[in-house]
């Protein structure tokens, strides 16, 4: 069965169309969304978290995302949106604590809460940043403490809005290692391509809403690129180059 | 931290009991002494510890859950919409028990107003939350001030209760305001660690598996619930809200397990002070309104959050 079955998808809030006739994603799978600005990337990624009503057209393992209350959506999977803040200053271990919500049974966070955010914090090496204020960091490292939140949530399927936007080279090649490493089911939009064509394996590109193509690496072409994009794309040494 | 602040709370106690008109040795009372201290100050000391406490506590719920640091009942104009109710409920004639009930539903209607003016596509402008906050106030003031006119026997003494202050206080009143504080309190407390989501984003608060909208709904209704009640005892008490909960923050931190518990405390501790400043300030037995205490002290507390938090606010 697939992990995420997406059918009749239609969504319409002004002039703007969101449609997806039938996807089907396979548990473990790394999904790379590709497009211009206002393509519907993020609009997708409300849909498919139920922040906006999608009307029955997306199921999670054949549950239909209506039917799972907010405690088993979260437990399925974890959102990463493009402005996450928190108001109030909260530490960074507090922060990435509070991932756990949805798994902590009691009043307050268990030892084993405290004990696997721990390791995450070091896994992911924030240890020098934990007991800072999580607003007094660089936007960079509140994208990094943001997505170990979103990691310690524990759900299989990982929804990333631009998960290296802020972040330096270093960072984000070491994010999407990492990712790449888990058995997490991954759907992020991307707009570094190149990152994107080294990293994930699966590639949705949309033009205007609609979905362009379903491609895998290898069929990811200049032609696609240019169409998606508007722009002339070559490649150089398996890099792709794009120039207007 | 936690001993400092129990200290602190008994030793104001202590002090509120002995201030007032005349200073009270507590070491050395006469009969009358004992009598006033008993019967009088009693009662009246801790009456405000409990409306501090219910105000406290609303203001550190109004801010988590407006996402607003300058948020109380008195700036999101809660506590005027409340005190409209009541002012009505009294000319009219209404039953004293009903005059809460009808505060708290001008209240919630009030508070419901300004968050739906400030809030768009789920995110709360808080500047726009304040400006409306402004306007509920004066619109609610200048309607309460038109029941004054309209309704002279009744509210002759309308104006001394809107600046908020204790000039009724039984043992039957402290007894409800106490319960209902304790009822609050338990139930906040249960839900401190879903509420600690709402200082999140929208988004990441909704897809961490908390029902953003359920529990706001019940955050409102029960913060209200204290505002209503305690302007219907004592009238507008500004800014108890506003300051505890950020001087509660400072010391324990943000995580609402103590962040209610120390605003509470803060709440009792920051009102029986100022009624007892209230008591004494004015030579010869005279009273001031305790409001007018709170609205000095909170308005410095609040231009120096506009002015400390001024980017932060402008950009949401």
Not at chain 2, 128 to 144: F, R, Y
Request: net charge positive; charged share 15%.
């Amino acid at each position: 069965m697939a992990e995420i079955t997406i059918r009749d998808l239609h969504f319409k809030r002004g002039d703007f169309q969101l449609q997806l006739a039938a996807v089907k994603v396979a548990a473990g799978e790394k999904i790379a969304i590709l497009g211009e600005n206002g393509s519907g990337k993020s609009t997708l990624l409300q849909l498919l978290t139920g922040l906006l009503a999608s009307r029955n057209a997306i199921s999670y393992a054949g549950q239909r995302l209506e039917h799972l209350s907010m405690l088993q959506r979260a437990r399925c999977f974890s959102l990463l949106p493009q402005q996450a803040e928190v108001i109030f200053p909260f530490s960074v271990f507090e922060v990435i604590l509070l991932g756990r919500f949805a798994r902590m049974q009691g009043q307050s966070p268990a030892e084993a809460d405290q004990q696997a955010t721990r390791q995450l914090v070091q896994q992911l090496e924030l240890d020098d940043l934990a007991t800072r204020n999580f607003n007094q960091l660089s936007g960079g490292e509140q994208r990094r403490v943001m997505l170990a939140r979103v990691l310690n949530q524990q759900a299989r399927i990982l929804f990333l809005d631009e998960p290296n936007a802020s972040l330096d080279v270093r960072h984000s090649l070491e994010i999407f290692d990492y990712l790449r490493r888990q058995q997490h089911t991954l759907i992020a939009p991307v707009h570094d391509i190149n990152l994107a064509a080294q990293f994930f394996q699966r590639f949705w590109l949309f033009k205007q809403g609609h979905l362009l193509a379903d491609v895998s690496r290898s069929d990811l072409t200049c032609e696609l690129l240019s169409e998606t994009f508007n722009v002339k794309v070559s490649t150089v040494a398996d890099s792709f180059l794009f120039s207007r | 931290m936690k001993r400092l602040l129990t200290g602190l709370l008994t030793l104001s106690f202590v002090l509120a009991l002995c201030s007032g008109a005349t200073w009270l040795n507590p070491f050395n009372l006469s009969g009358i002494e004992r009598d006033i201290l008993l019967e009088l100050r009693l009662p009246r000391v801790l009456f405000s510890a409990v409306i501090g406490a219910m105000l406290a506590l609303s203001g550190s719920v109004y801010q988590l859950t407006l996402r607003n640091p300058l948020a109380d009942s008195f700036t999101t104009g809660t506590a005027s919409s409340a005190a409209l109710g009541a002012v009505l409920g009294i000319a009219c004639g209404l039953p004293v028990a009903l005059v809460p009930l009808l505060a708290l539903f001008t209240g919630l209607g009030g508070l419901l107003l300004v968050y739906r003016l400030s809030v768009k596509a789920g995110v709360i402008n808080p500047v726009t939350m304040i400006l409306a906050g402004v306007v509920v106030n004066i619109v609610a003031s200048a309607v309460i001030s038109f029941s004054k006119f309209y309704f002279e026997e009744s509210l002759s003494s309308i104006v001394f209760w809107l600046m908020g202050g204790f000039f009724v206080v039984d043992w039957p009143r402290l007894f409800i305001c106490a319960l209902l504080l304790f009822f609050c309190f338990i139930l906040l407390q249960r839900n401190a660690l879903q509420l600690n989501l709402l200082a999140f984003d929208e988004a990441s608060a909704r897809t961490m598996g908390v029902n953003v909208a359920r529990l706001r709904a019940l955050s409102f209704f029960l913060a209200t619930l204290l505002v209503a009640v305690a302007v219907s005892h004592t009238g507008i008490i500004g800014f108890v809200g506003l300051i505890t909960p950020h001087m509660a923050r400072s010391l324990y931190g943000s995580d609402m397990k103590h962040n209610l518990t120390a605003s509470t405390l803060l709440g009792a501790l920051l009102l029986m002070l100022a009624d007892a400043g209230a008591r004494s300030i004015i030579p010869g037995g005279a009273e001031l309104p305790v409001g007018i205490v709170t609205a000095l002290l909170g308005g410095v507390f609040f231009l120096y959050l506009l002015r400390t938090r001024r980017d932060r606010l402008w950009h949401g």
